[in-house]
């Protein structure tokens, strides 16, 4: 190449080209071109350059090693000239230089270069002046990253605190969803319920994605200026933090506080990149800026206005803490590790039942709770190594506050509930051999109470102490009941003798009708019981048995489970109506099913899986931990046996506690529930009728005489529903501000005084004949009892109890009305006015004759 060439080259593509063209030629005349192949060093960092490299072809690179870091590399274009300063300067060369291509070298020889700068002082002033350049733009653009970064410290994001902790399907969800949005700089709306560190996963976004060098700004909308000032700027005044943020990140949090009247303006950011500086009122709109900058948003719910037109690239839901319950423990070991390294304290374990405890809440305040909670349990543990369930005592929803597992406070009670004992031992080694024996002395014994032990055992042990059982041990007799016994042998000899599938429930028609059905069925037993005088013939109160056993065989027979206990079966109405003031319940934690389980073999049953034993699953298809009634249940303890997580529980609770949180009324229900009431009445209308100058108990000697005795029934039967009604008609008419709970809701509350009414009525029978079990017995059998030890009540103390009974339930009624209605108890007047009333009617037939 010629002369005249290199200087035109020289001139074209290098700084040197604002030197003069004699200086030129005199440089080109110095010239050597050397070719280098790739991979060469050219210069070692820190050593005297030995000559002016001038890059003609190929690429360069160039970095400096710095200890512990990656060297950070920067190409050189042909055209770049190397250690022009440093030449000049006599200093060493501070970057090592490789070739990364074949290249085309022009070198100056440093002596060369020496002696042309003694010649051409312009080669000294030119490179001067081109340094003092340099230098102002270097410290107009430090003023300018000062400036910038004074603006944006207060709302800077400097680092991310974590990521996404846990692995269950919503956390790896969550995780590709972030990743997505890290691959572009399209916007993002991140949502969900408060306390789930949104803006953390917004910072994870931008510190996963290329921007991660770029500053992040986090701005809490409720602060912004109304006419948004500090974020957009203002018109000819203040630079704006868009202005200032350039390409970096924008985090609006909570973006449904953005001021109204500047959405707008927000849109028109999130479509386009533009925004306007506020101008003062009367002035004209401001010239539009653009920005660069990436918009991430999070709010507690997607807002219209920003799910229209694709306004927002990604749209992330982050769950809540309530369903992912499988995380609960990696969050929870990591919150304990990081509280425990910021003070140095050594890092305890957390118990199985502590971990149980905190997956069956539900963390209304989500992440920030738990994280809170961890917190104080450290503190309150005060160094122990082990985290127990104590240290979390808040943790607990209000429908599960004040439980005790009677499973865990006694190992033995859970033992012996999962062994062959509970049920099936009583059900099949006694049960089902004894009731064949009751039936048969009822029907061909002798009829009378005082000489039948099957009669009197019915009446005067059955009736007392089941109704005593209920507020105790809730529907505890369904495990044990022989009409189910038999039921259960129906359907597995049948099933045996003809292989068949059974009918699936229909759960909607089942629910609808078959509270109806157990309804209708008891108001004849009722009828029947009374008209035909049950207490004291034999062999009616056997049939009443053999047809519910019918009952339970027949749809046994056809239908799988039991969906005669769960439906249809009157006595299992009433136990389900009475347990509902139980003080246990059976429920499993929530927490831990959804975290630990996939099998659902407490409901589904199956085979043996870890502790959890082979079983046929709920017989009335109830899950554990979706019971809310104690109704649905019939404690027959499958799912303890089968549940592997020992999610179940067995709790003590304050009796009834259902009925003011988780219940749900039902007007059949109800209905059953007045029929029970005005049981106690129909009981007692031998003393009414005399009482009212009727004919004492009137037998079925005629037609007219049944007739009437059913219209009397009836009318008796229904003397506490009037009563109630006329009561809730009074307290809707003086509560018209505030609308009452509906009746259905509110009738609950005379539940305890139906079981009161009910057991005083019985309590006569029980005390004063249950006692007389051994004369019985013999007379039963044709001999004769005389002389035999009794024990029986006197009258006195029979009336005391029953008194007693009376007030105390009457009472309860007027403490659970308060507890379900959660009203001022003057709103209620009415209602506890005819609890009294009722109670003082019962008083005057049970107790007063
Ligand atoms: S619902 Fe009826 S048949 Fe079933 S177990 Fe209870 S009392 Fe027995
Ligand atoms: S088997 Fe146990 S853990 Fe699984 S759903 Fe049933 S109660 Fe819950
Ligand atoms: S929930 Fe459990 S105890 Fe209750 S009926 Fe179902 S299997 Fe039996």
């Known amino acids: ?209 290329r921007d991660r060098k770029q500053p992040l700004i986090k701005l809490n909308c409720e602060t912004l200026q109304p006419n948004g000032a500090d974020l957009f700027g203002r018109a000819g005044g203040k630079v704006g933090l868009l202005d200032w943020l350039g390409s970096g990140t924008l985090l609006l949090n909570n973006i449904q506080d953005f001021p109204k009247a500047l959405k707008p303006q927000l849109i028109r950011l999130l479509e386009t990149g533009d925004y306007g500086p506020a101008s003062r009122e009367g002035e004209p709109e401001a010239t539009l800026h653009h920005s660069d900058a990436r918009i991430i948003m999070t709010s507690e719910k997607v807002l219209p206005e920003l799910d229209r037109k694709n306004r927002v690239g990604h749209l992330i839901k982050v769950p809540p803490l309530r369903v992912r319950k499988a995380d609960i423990a990696a969050q929870t070991t990591y919150y304990i590790n990081l509280y425990c390294k910021s003070r ?47 240290v979390f005592w808040a943790v607990g929803s209000k429908a599960r506050r004040f439980r005790l597992n009677l499973l865990n406070t006694y190992p033995r009670l859970r033992q012996f509930l999962r062994s062959p004992w509970w049920p099936d031992r009583i059900n099949y080694g006694l049960t089902l051999w004894a009731f064949p024996l009751v039936v048969a002395l009822l029907l061909f014994g002798p009829q009378s109470r005082d000489r039948n032990i099957a009669l009197n055992l019915f009446w005067a042990w059955w009736w007392p102490l089941i109704l005593i059982a209920f507020p105790f041990v809730g529907r505890s007799w369904c495990a044990v009941c022989p009409f189910m016994i038999y039921g259960e042998v129906t359907q597995k000899l049948s099933l045996k003798l003809f292989p068949r599938q059974l009918l ?62 769960r439906y249809l079966c009157p006595i299992g109405g009433m136990n389900g109506m009475f ?68 999610s179940v529980e067995l709790n003590l609770r304050p009796p009834g506690s259902e009925l003011w949180t988780t219940h749900t009324a039902t007007v059949y229900e109800v209905c059953l529930l007045f029929l029970l009431f005005g049981a106690v009445f129909l009981h007692r209308l ?103 030890p009794v024990a029986i009540a006197h009258p006195a103390v029979v009336a005391f109890l029953q008194a007693v009974t009376l007030i105390a339930t009457a009472a309860l009624s007027i403490f659970l009305t308060q507890k379900i209605a959660r009203q001022p108890f003057g709103k209620l007047l009415p209602q506890h006015l005819a609890t009294v009333a009722i109670a003082s009617l019962m008083w005057q037939v049970i107790v007063g004759f």
Not at 99 to 126: G, H, K, M, N, R
Not at 536 to 546: I, M, R
Not at 599 to 606: A, F, L, V
């Open 1 to 209: 190449m010629q002369i005249a060439e290199r200087v035109q080259w020289l001139q074209a593509h290098t700084p040197l080209g604002e030197l003069s063209a004699d200086v030129l030629e005199a440089i080109a005349s110095q010239i050597e071109v050397e070719p280098v192949a790739e991979n060469r060093r050219l210069v070692l960092e820190d050593t005297p350059p030995t000559a002016l490299y001038i890059l003609k072809s190929g690429r360069l690179e160039r970095y400096r090693t710095i200890p512990d870091r990656l060297a950070s590399a920067v190409s050189l274009l042909p055209g770049s000239v190397l250690h022009l300063k440093q030449l000049l300067l006599e200093r060493p060369a501070e970057e090592t230089v490789m070739t990364l291509s074949d290249c085309e070298i022009w070198t100056v020889p440093a002596a060369a270069f020496a002696a042309l700068v003694v010649q051409y002082p312009e080669i000294s002033q030119t490179v001067s002046r081109q340094m003092a350049a340099e230098l102002d733009q270097m410290a107009a653009q430090l003023t300018f990253e000062q400036e910038r970064q004074t603006a944006l410290r207060p709302y800077l994001m400097p680092k991310v605190q974590r990521g996404i902790i846990g692995s269950s399907r919503y956390a790896t969800r969550l995780r590709q969803d972030m990743r997505k949005a890290a691959g572009d700089r399209r916007s993002v709306l991140v949502f969900g319920e408060p306390g789930l560190n949104k803006d953390n996963a917004a910072a994870l976004i931008h510190f996963g994605s």
């Open 344 to 390: 140095g304290l050594t890092r305890p374990t957390i118990a199985p039942e502590a971990l149980r405890r905190l997956q069956g809440y539900d963390f209304p305040g989500n992440l920030a709770e738990l994280e809170s909670l961890v917190g104080r349990a450290l503190i309150q543990s005060n160094g122990a190594s082990v985290l127990t369930e104590e």
């Open 504 to 565: 699936p429930w229909s759960r909607p028609e089942a629910e609808k009708w078959g509270g109806w059905f157990l309804f209708g069925l008891f108001v004849l037993i009722l009828l029947w019981e009374e008209l035909w005088n049950l207490e004291d013939t034999a062999y009616l109160s056997g049939c009443l048995l053999l047809l519910i056993t019918a009952g339970a065989m027949i749809f046994s027979a056809l239908f799988e489970r039991r969906l005669w206990c």
């Open 579 to 646: 347990a509902k003031l139980s003080m246990i319940e059976l429920r499993a934690q929530q927490g831990i099913c959804s975290a630990s389980c996939t099998t659902y073999q407490c409901y589904k049953g199956g085979s043996q899986k870890g502790e959890g034993m082979e079983t046929g699953g709920c017989p009335v298809y109830s899950h554990p931990a979706q019971l809310q009634d104690n109704r649905d249940c019939v404690l027959c303890m499958t799912c303890l046996k089968a549940c592997p997580h020992r």
């Open 686 to 788: 031998p003393e009414i009728s005399a009482v009212l100058g009727m004919p004492s108990r009137l037998q079925p000697a005629g037609l007219q005489n049944v007739w009437n005795h059913s219209a009397v029934s009836v009318l008796v039967l229904l003397v506490p529903a009037a009563i109630a009604l006329l009561a809730h008609r009074l307290v809707k008419l003086q509560s018209r501000s505030t609308k009452p709970k509906p009746f259905v809701e509110l009738a609950y509350g005379y539940l305890p005084l139906v079981l009161g009414g009910n057991l005083a009525h019985f309590l006569r029978m029980g005390l004063t004949e249950a006692g007389r079990v051994v004369p019985v017995s013999l007379a039963t059998f044709g001999y004769s009892g005389v002389g035999m």
